[in-house]
């Protein structure tokens, strides 16, 4: 009986261990040149990569990343999407779960991808140094479980990028200094190529090569800084199973809108039979802000098809016809609604949307730009030559603190980093997307919001038209949260939550607020920690358009924060 038991138990071990397993990726972050756009600059990356290497794991593994800083900046890097679940100490925006890793130091960020499936991604969270510090992580299902559509014959990571001719950190730093709008990037890039629309980038284009009647699955990332962007492939349609690392209910669609930090899985079919043509894939911005303030500019690939009748798949064939998509005018603020409209979360069984239906804790948060008064007898580059561009949550101005927030929380010293007074709701309430009030002036502050293990969390994050109507991504760390409702105007009470989808909304990561408009989202505060939650255009982060929350340990063992590691990064 006990030599059962004993072989019962070696059993059970092997199928723990064959159902996670442990991933380890060592990252050197170090410079090197790199030639685009006819000339050549200094970028910082991974592994002499850019973009970056792709971390893959399967659900349920343990991945351990070593970050190396070769640099001469300070380095931190967030896996943008992944759940951390009482693993903070990993998420890695700087100053608020770690202070950064300096020039010449090392740290170790271990996390478990608990419950999760599909592509997220890699990111520099400092300054602006994610215009060059990218990359995928790949989440496979747990082995032996399939996808719930048929299986892809190729599966391809598909990332938008972000170019300055320009040294990212010198643009950041001189608007900060003159309080006026960055400069704008002179390209975008798919995976770090611009494409033979730029000059000097026709050697430098992403080319997808595919087989007649095949399906493949583009893995669609959009690292890129400060653009949402709509991505078509010319005579083709695009089916979406998977955005954010969650299964949807598929639907297909000629062109997709994906915003700075979202992720898409689609399904590419290739035609039946050589078509005797080759495809653009195009990429362009979708923006409602002044002209000007944004590249309004379009990358291309190529998707070539293989030509059966000829044994040769070298050069890409010039002699072909090249197809052009149609993309939706820059501002297509109806075509981003209707299409955000069609998400909606699998809702199966095995793949359930939990959404909370009842409330513990309501938010109503205003997102959008302000202003600061210049320094005293300055002159500035903002709005007005006496003001400085700033964005604000609330009207409150995140700054960032010197030592990081987390590690205040967990030792229980908040005084003097930190105060848990954000406030609710906003304090002076105006009609947040008619005539803006004459004072656009915000105010600054470390300020978070505190929740108890467990809260049902809903907020609505209310766009307004100060300095003009803006769609803001924002993305929420340590959570997926469920998109209820959204429309465009004011925030009704009465009206709004009557129409909520409590059923089957799309859960993600980064969710637009519309342009003039509102979103509802719901979460469970299930995952103890310092969270961080901002706009995920680099610039607007930079202005202040960002906040955190304070999750409380539960009661339990496993409610609780585990305890920092010992090489946890020093300011």
């Known amino acids: 009986m006990a030599a059962i038991l004993v072989a019962a138990m070696v059993v059970l071990l092997s199928v723990t261990v064959a159902e996670s397993a442990t991933v380890e ?11 685009r756009l006819c000339g050549s600059k200094s970028i910082v990356v991974v592994n002499g990569q850019f973009p970056g290497p792709t971390v893959s794991a399967r659900e349920g ?85 399939p996808y719930p559509f048929a299986a892809p014959y190729k599966e391809v990571p598909l990332m938008f990028g972000e170019w300055w001719k320009a040294d ?32 000097c980038s026709a050697k430098d284009t992403f080319k997808l090569k595919v087989k007649p009647g095949k399906t493949y699955m583009l893995r669609i990332i959009n690292a890129a800084l400060n653009d949402e962007l709509f991505f078509s492939i010319a005579g083709h ?31 590419l079919t290739a035609k039946p039979s050589y078509p005797g043509a080759t495809y653009y894939m195009m990429a362009a911005p979708y923006s409602t802000a002044a002209s000007g303030t944004f590249d309004n500019t379009t990358v291309a690939g190529i998707l070539e098809y293989e030509d059966p009748s000829s044994p040769s798949s070298a050069g890409f064939n010039k002699n ?29 069984e095995e793949y359930p949307a939990e959404v909370p239906q009842e409330v513990d804790r309501r938010f109503f948060f205003t997102v959008g730009l302000g202003t600061h008064p210049c320094a005293v007898n300055g002159t500035c580059q903002g709005p007005t030559n006496d003001s400085r561009f700033a964005a604000a949550v609330n009207n409150v101005s995140f700054v960032l603190p ?117 979103v509802a989202i719901r979460f469970r505060a299930d995952n103890p920690g310092v969270w961080f939650m901002h706009c995920h255009l680099e610039v607007h982060v930079s202005w202040g358009l960002k906040m955190a929350w304070v999750v409380q340990d539960g009661s339990l063992p496993d409610q609780k924060l585990l305890p920092p590691p010992s090489d946890l990064p020093k300011c």
């Open 25 to 35: 990726y060592q990252f050197e972050v170090a410079t090197m040149n790199v030639t």
């Open 61 to 145: 593994d343990l991945v351990v990343v070593r970050v190396v800083n070769k640099a001469q900046y300070n380095m931190s890097i967030h896996w943008h999407g992944v759940r951390q679940l009482r693993s903070g100490w990993a998420d890695g925006p700087a100053y608020i779960t770690q202070c950064p890793v300096q020039p010449g130091k090392s740290y170790v960020y271990k996390f478990t991808i608990t419950g999760q499936r599909g592509t997220l991604w890699w990111h520099a969270h400092i300054s602006w140094l994610r215009a060059t510090v990218y990359g995928p992580i790949v989440i496979l299902p747990k082995l032996g479980v």
């Open 168 to 199: 990212t950190e010198a643009v950041i730093s001189q608007a900060l200094q003159t309080g006026g709008g960055p400069n704008v990037s002179d390209a975008f890039t798919i995976n770090g190529l611009p494409g033979p629309l730029y000059n």
């Open 237 to 267: 349609t695009l089916t979406i199973v998977d955005v954010d690392a969650v299964y949807i209910k598929p639907i297909t669609v000629e062109t997709l809108l994906i915003t700075p930090g979202q992720t898409t899985n689609v399904l």
């Open 320 to 348: 072909l016809p090249l197809l052009r998509p149609t993309l939706p005018q820059i501002n297509d603020t109806s075509f981003v609604s209707n299409y955000t409209a069609k998400l909606r979360s699998l809702a199966t």
């Open 402 to 518: 010197t030592t990081a927030l987390l590690q205040s929380h967990y030792t229980g010293m908040s005084n003097g980093v930190y105060s848990s007074n954000f406030p609710a709701v906003p304090q002076s309430p105006f009609n947040y997307t008619g005539t803006p009030p004459n004072n656009t002036n915000v105010s600054n502050g470390t300020r978070l919001v505190v929740l108890s293990y467990g809260d049902a969390v809903e907020l609505v994050m209310q766009g307004t038209s100060i300095l003009g109507a803006e769609s803001h991504p924002f993305h929420l760390h340590g959570f997926n949260f469920f998109v209820v409702g959204q429309g465009f105007g004011n925030f009704d009470p009465a009206k709004d939550p009557a129409k909520y989808n409590l059923v089957d909304p799309v859960e993600r990561n980064t969710v637009g607020v519309p342009a003039a408009g509102w």
